[in-house]
């Protein structure tokens, strides 16, 4: 069982910045977090969840962005892959949304599906305000 913990939300003004934080851990030893991939999704109201960024597990070199925020969201792990960091730049109103962290089960690469992930966080708030 792995538990994901969300934060850094908060309200943010047009153009401001934000670092959302995902901390990992898990019940069962034998589930290393750090070897999965872990992505980040958001979800404003009345909308689908979507994908924003993900990291691939091992080493994270395989980096993916949507195209909504590649160039002005950054994501990033440390700690063994077990802390995950998405640092939001140029924050527009229509990254308003919960943001969620999610870790797959058993892929080491991130994949943009939501079926992809098998754990979530409890989602952080982000509201950006003109």
């Known amino acids: 069982q792995v538990t994901l913990v969300e934060s850094g939300g908060g309200s943010v003004q047009v153009g401001g910045s934000l670092k959302l934080s995902c901390q990992a851990t898990?019940?069962?030893?034998?589930?290393?977090?750090?070897?999965?991939?872990m992505a980040w999704f958001r979800q404003a109201p009345g909308k689908a969840r979507e994908f924003v960024a993900g990291q691939s597990g091992m080493r994270g070199t395989i980096i993916k962005y949507a195209d909504s925020v590649n160039g002005r969201f950054t994501v990033s792990r440390i700690n063994a892959g077990y802390t995950m960091y998405l640092e939001m730049n140029d924050l527009k109103p229509e990254d308003a949304a919960v943001y969620y962290c999610?870790?797959?089960?058993?892929?080491?690469?991130?994949?943009?599906?939501?079926?992809?992930?098998?754990?979530w966080g409890q989602g952080t708030q982000v509201t950006v305000s003109s």
């Open positions: 898990h019940a069962n030893l034998n589930t290393d977090v750090g070897t999965k991939a």
């Open positions: 999610a870790a797959a089960r058993l892929r080491s690469i991130a994949d943009m599906d939501t079926s992809s992930y098998f754990y």
